[in-house]
Nanobody
């Protein structure tokens, strides 16, 4: 079993910054991609950013230049540094990881979500 635990959400004003963290634990053999998605009220969940095991990154156009994703492979942790936050960034942010377990089964896992609210 694998667990993803997120932290770092909160309420900030427009223009401020937040840093999200997501730590994976459990029966982990390896982790390929790790990423962040978000879901605003009444909208579909969307990709925010993803980083592969080779440190290749991909961002949604709406966050390019403002958000930075990074990972610490030794800690099985992914981070999302969010700068110049806008009210439209308000959403529940979910961590996602493509994990190969010690039984050599590869599955995508999700965290429980962390709320980010940006006031204008």
């Amino acid at each position: 079993q694998v667990q993803l635990v997120e932290s770092g959400g909160g309420l900030v004003q427009a223009g401020e910054s937040l840093r999200l963290s997501c730590a994976a634990s459990g029966s982990i053999f390896s982790i390929k991609s790790m990423g962040w998605y978000r879901q605003a009220p009444g909208k579909q969940r969307e990709l925010v950013a993803v980083v592969t095991s080779a440190d290749s990154t991909n961002y949604a156009d709406s966050v390019k230049g403002r958000f930075t994703i990074s990972r610490d492979n030794a800690k099985n942790t992914v981070y999302l540094q969010m700068n110049s936050l806008k009210p439209e960034d308000t959403a529940v942010y979910y961590c996602n990881a493509e994990v190969t377990t010690k039984r050599l089964v590869t599955t995508y896992y999700w965290g429980q979500g962390t709320q980010v609210t940006v006031s204008s």
